[in-house]
């Protein structure tokens, strides 16, 4: 079974960057549409980016737009997300999913059967 581990999280002040990863240490991921998602205490957990296994991005959160990116390299069986410019609104702990068929980013998560662990992402001065 897929399993997912990110890293990266931490804090940093606001307007600062951070890249988090998504990696799988056991399997390939080529084959997998990764996606990200955030989740504030209270709140429901919010889709921000996917990409799919031909490399085609699809952004599900206005306020990231501009200023996140998402990309993979598959020779490390690792998806990145790049966050720039980054707000206080961005604190959450931020999970990657995985999902087949991998040409495929569904925008719900129900339709992810894989998980990582979440890591923590805080933006304060």
């Known amino acids: 079974q897929l399993q997912l581990v990110e890293s990266g999280g931490g804090s940093v002040q606001p307007g600062g960057s951070l890249r988090l990863s998504c990696a799988a240490p056991e399997f390939t991921l080529q084959y997998y549409a990764i996606a990200w998602f955030r989740q504030v205490p209270g709140k429901e957990r919010e889709a921000v980016l996917c990409i799919t296994s031909g490399g085609s991005s699809r952004n599900y959160a206005d306020s990231v737009k501009g200023r996140f990116i998402i990309s993979r390299d598959n020779a490390k069986s690792t998806v990145y997300l790049q966050m720039n410019s980054l707000k206080p609104e961005d604190t959450a702990v931020y999970y990657c999913?995985?999902?087949?068929?991998?040409?495929?980013?569904?925008?719900?998560?129900?339709?992810?059967?894989?998980w990582g662990q979440g890591t923590q992402v805080t933006v304060s001065s």
């Open positions: 999913a995985g999902n087949l068929p991998g040409r495929l980013c569904p925008v719900a998560q129900s339709a992810y059967n894989y």
